[in-house]
């Protein structure tokens, strides 16, 4: 077939996600757009993406507690995150590259910039993973429940405990970096970042404890699910000749 | 098709995504001796007071020399190279704020009515302090004419077009361009929405 498919994506929607200037979280002042978004017509360099080409050499690596290769489990509360990746109409994305990266048990990122907060390392915990959505847009991970660390933003400010999701999925379009929070931290209604969100939408963050994910004698679980931009109409072929 | 679910909002990749999301060599898309034209982009992240942005992730997303997106949607028949996926990843030097990519100059890809758009890289910027990430678009200062046919171009106001052409700063092999981000101010980087 010569001729390319082209989907037609509906918009980022912009009402569910935060501002780009929020002042309580203070860096984003300087760092946000003041002119408006320029909106331009898809084509095939907004609606492809890297997610295929990058999932075709990505390695799965979707257990925190024992990727660092060391022989030796990482201490802290052993959890199961799972969920699936879906578009707005429902539907599951497979092949969706998820990176995970978070803080250990203590609160402590193994990251050479952290360098204030006096919480001990694990050397058995890196604090990242990857893994790839199955057919139905699934995915698992086995982790540790990180901790609550301090940040600079305000006087005694504390991030909740949360986990960066990075989603390369189907489009460019549908590129998402967000965090994924534990139902009931008390950090949540404190955190700026968290508070970005708009209220209608930031408890889509939050993900659910689920006995039916947690393993006896093993692992609590936790259920979320993503969902990224989906398809506001059929695809058509269509193209340069 | 009606939308049933909720985006999951965007949150700050924050100060420590080079975890996981960075590892050196992803800035460079194609090795020396690749066919096709080998070409440098670097350039830094400008905030609104014209500091350089110390943190940030630069992701691209190109066609290869042929114009053909890696991606199951694009079926033309052009030729595909099993090395090379179109993406690359690079974080801006945490001392000097510069950011640097080695790829090809992209081929032709079909604009939205039939006709080719000028050689263009999408770029996507993210970073600490940064809660959505801001997408745009790289063209070429030595693509004058491509350019000024181009649709996505031309829906930008013109006195704002420039920011979004990567000037040739260096006409060796590989050629170098500058592309630099900048927030805020008269100058601002166009930022697109699509």
């Known amino acids: ?241 | 098709m009606s939308a049933e679910l909720g985006q999951t909002p965007s949150q700050t990749v924050g100060p420590y995504f080079t975890l996981r999301v960075y590892r050196k060599g992803d800035e460079i898309l194609v090795p020396e001796g690749y066919p096709g034209e080998r070409i440098v982009i670097e350039g830094r992240v400008l905030d609104g007071d014209r500091r350089h942005i110390e943190d940030a992730l630069l992701e691209i997303w190109q066609a290869n020399p042929a114009g053909r997106y890696r991606h199951p949607d694009d079926t033309r028949d052009l030729a595909l190279d099993a090395g090379f996926t179109g993406f690359g990843r690079t974080v801006s030097d945490f001392e000097t704020g510069e950011y640097r990519f080695v790829t090809v100059k992209p081929g032709p890809v079909p604009d939205a009515e039939g006709a080719y758009q000028a050689p263009h890289i999408s770029l996507v910027v993210q970073g600490r302090g940064m809660l959505n990430p801001v997408f745009t678009r790289i063209y070429f200062s030595d693509e004058e004419e491509a350019n000024q046919d181009d649709l996505t171009l031309r829906r930008v106001p013109a006195p704002r077009r420039d920011t979004l052409i990567a000037q040739l700063l260096d006409d060796q092999d590989p050629k170098v361009y500058r592309f630099d981000v900048l927030f805020q101010g008269e100058d601002e980087t166009v930022f697109l929405d699509f």
């Open chain 1, 1 to 241: 077939m010569s001729e390319p498919l082209i989907r037609h994506y509906g918009p980022r929607a912009y009402a569910d996600h935060p501002p780009f200037s929020y002042p309580d979280y203070r860096s984003t002042v300087k760092r946000s757009p003041t002119h408006d978004l320029v909106e331009i017509v898809q084509t095939l360099s907004e609606t492809t993406g890297p997610g295929q080409a990058w999932a075709e050499i990505s390695e799965e690596d979707s257990d925190l507690t024992t990727n660092t290769g060391t022989g030796s489990p990482a201490i802290g509360e052993r959890i199961i995150v799972t969920g699936r990746v879906l578009d707005e109409n429902g539907q599951g994305l497979p092949g969706t590259v998820l990176e995970i990266w978070q803080a250990n048990a203590s609160g402590r990122y193994a990251h050479w910039r952290e360098t204030e907060f006096p919480a001990p390392l694990d050397p058995n915990f890196v604090g990242v993973g990857q893994c790839l959505t199955d057919s139905d847009g699934g995915y698992r991970f086995t982790t540790i429940k990180p901790g609550p660390y301090p940040w600079g933003n305000h006087p005694n400010a504390w991030r909740p405990s949360h986990i960066h999701f990075s989603i390369l999925g189907p489009s460019l379009g549908a590129r998402l970096v967000t965090q994924m929070y534990f139902p009931g931290d008390p950090l949540i209604p404190l955190d700026p970042i968290f508070n970005s969100a708009p209220p209608h939408a930031g408890g889509r963050m939050i993900a659910t404890y689920d006995h039916e994910v947690t393993e006896e004698n093993w692992a609590l679980g936790y259920r979320w699910d993503i969902v990224l931009r989906g398809e506001l109409a059929t695809p058509t072929h269509g193209g340069a000749d």
